[in-house]
T-cell receptor, first 112, second 113 residues
Framework: RKEVEQDPGPFNVPEGATVAFNCTYSNSASQSFFWYRQDCRKEPKLLMSVYSSGNEDGRFTAQLNRASQYISLLIRDSKLSDSATYLCVVNPYMEYGNKLVFGAGTILRVKS | EAQVTQNPRYLITVTGKKLTVTCSQNMNHEYMSWYRQDPGLGLRQIYYSMNVEVTDKGDVPEGYKVSRKEKRNFPLILESPSPNQTSLYFC????????????FGSGTRLTVV
């Protein structure tokens, strides 16, 4: 079983739609969670951290469910510029400091 | 500007010819790491360093070497590149705490023929 699993998509949605991605992780001791965004052939960029209480940043909402070991990302009012690959990221190994494990990514395509 | 700088951006080389990909960060970060990204496999960690002179293997270290003689630099060395090392490589750094995200370099697209 992969440490971090995501639906690869692609998710094809019209502008203005609401779209949600889920991600599951295998190590129940994981402490830190993130969503990164990656545009084609470019470096991943931190979109947002995911906190236990859930957090929101504009049109983006992230949720953590520790009992079920999954993380979600909700994007409201999708824009063309949201088209990218979204990477679910987990820090499962406290003993290795800041080692992050990346999911393979979910592709989002927003169309006009 | 806070950044991680990788060079070169693109490299085509032949099997067996030693090469080095440089990585430098100007944020005084303690933690640095190398990843490779392949289609369908996502980002996989090659090596990481928690501080100067402290390096350790990640998930796919075979065929790679690193060094951390200075805090800002973390070069990736391929002593004898092979075609299966053709990939997109990213260097990343962070402050080192478990809640810190990474800042990535722009990537190096390596082709070994």
């Amino acid at each position: 079983r992969k440490e971090v699993e995501q639906d690869p998509g692609p998710f094809n949605v019209p502008e203005g739609a609401t779209v949600a991605f889920n991600c599951t992780y295998s190590n129940s001791a994981s402490q830190s969670f993130f969503w990164y965004r990656q545009d084609c052939r470019k470096e991943p960029k931190l979109l947002m951290s995911v906190y236990s209480s859930g957090n929101e940043d504009g049109r983006f909402t992230a949720q953590l469910n520790r009992a079920s070991q999954y993380i979600s990302l909700l994007i409201r009012d999708s824009k063309l510029s949201d088209s990218a690959t979204y990477l679910c990221v987990v820090n499962p190994y406290m003993e290795y400091g800041n080692k992050l494990v990346f999911g393979a990514g979910t592709i989002l395509r927003v169309k006009s | 500007e806070a950044q991680v700088t990788q060079n070169p951006r693109y490299l085509i080389t032949v099997t067996g010819k030693k090469l080095t990909v440089t990585c430098s960060q100007n944020m005084n970060h303690e933690y640095m790491s190398w990843y490779r990204q392949d289609p369908g496999l996502g980002l996989r960690q090659i090596y990481y360093s928690m501080n100067v002179e402290v390096t350790d293997k990640g998930d796919v270290p075979e065929g790679y070497k690193v060094s951390r003689k200075e805090k800002r630099n973390f070069p990736l060395i391929l002593e004898s590149p092979s075609p299966n090392q053709t990939s997109l490589y990213f260097c990343a750094s962070s402050r080192g705490g478990s809640v810190d995200g990474y800042t990535f370099g722009s990537g190096t697209r390596l082709t070994v023929v």
